[in-house]
């Protein structure tokens, strides 16, 4: 039981990106789902995060306003799209699955951990 970020690169600021989390040998259909982050010498920080019914979303500040999260129609797949992109925006970006309530911003509240892509905004 795995996922997997994929979709980060390095991009201008200003410049959009989009991350997909793909589940693999199991389906996270009944599972909320998170993208969180870490830059260098810092702790790992709340992005995004969506129900199980894909219907409620819930955003850090920072990313209020530029990032999307999404679920596709089979809700397996998990999205986040990212616009206006700025240099504090660079970090290694994880997804998460929980099946539990509970606090999305809160890293203690998944179960599952996926390995991470790298988004570099250049200035």
């Known amino acids: 039981v795995q996922l997997q970020a994929s979709g980060g690169g390095l991009v201008q600021a200003g410049g959009s990106l989009r991350l997909s989390c793909a589940p693999s040998?199991?389906?996270?259909?009944?599972?909320?789902m998170g993208w969180f982050r870490q830059a260098p010498g810092k702790e790992r920080e709340f992005v995004a995060a969506?129900?199980?019914?894909?219907?409620?979303?819930t955003y850090a500040d920072s990313a209020k306003g530029r990032f999307t999260i999404s679920r596709d129609g089979a809700m397996s797949t998990v999205y986040l799209q990212m616009n206006s992109l700025e240099p504090e925006d660079t970090a290694v970006y994880c997804c998460a699955a929980t099946y539990s309530g509970g606090d999305y911003s809160n890293p203690g509240t998944y179960q599952y951990w996926g390995q991470g892509t790298q988004v570099t905004v250049s200035s």
């Open positions: 040998g199991y389906t996270y259909r009944n599972y909320a």
């Open positions: 969506v129900s199980a019914s894909g219907v409620t979303a």
